[in-house]
């Protein structure tokens, strides 16, 4: 495992306004053990979180492949227009898109 704080501050996203020597400044510290081992059971429970998310959406997708089809008329989809929605359509608009890592690897409107 690497702590050297120059070799990390190296590897810094660039977006990161801070300097290499800021950062690296920044993860001078103590390196414990116990720490350490916290740390390394919380990423080995992430992992562990996110295959079971990857298990569930494949299963999801097993289930609804297995439905029958419908078809979509654009009746189906044409909602009246309130007050209400257009108002969280505009902030919706508004909103930057975000990459979602926990959203479904399928596309849950078509089925």
Do not use: H
């Not at 190296?10 to 950062?23: F, M, P, V, Y």
């Not at 609804?64 to 909602?79: E, G, H, K, Y």
């Amino acid at each position: 495992m690497e702590s050297n704080p120059w070799t990390l501050a190296a590897l810094r996203d660039r977006r990161i306004r801070a300097t290499k020597e800021e950062i690296a400044r920044s993860l001078e510290g103590n390196w414990r053990e116990d720490m350490l081992f916290e740390l390394k059971q919380a990423v080995a429970a992430y992992d562990f979180i996110q295959k079971q998310i990857e298990e569930c959406d494949q299963r999801l997708q097993t289930l609804l492949s297995a439905l029958p089809q419908r078809d979509i008329t654009q009746a189906d989809n044409q909602t009246k227009a309130t007050p209400e929605t257009v108002a969280l359509n505009r902030k919706q608009k508004r909103k930057k898109p975000r990459p979602d890592g926990n959203a479904p690897q399928f596309n849950m409107a078509a089925e």
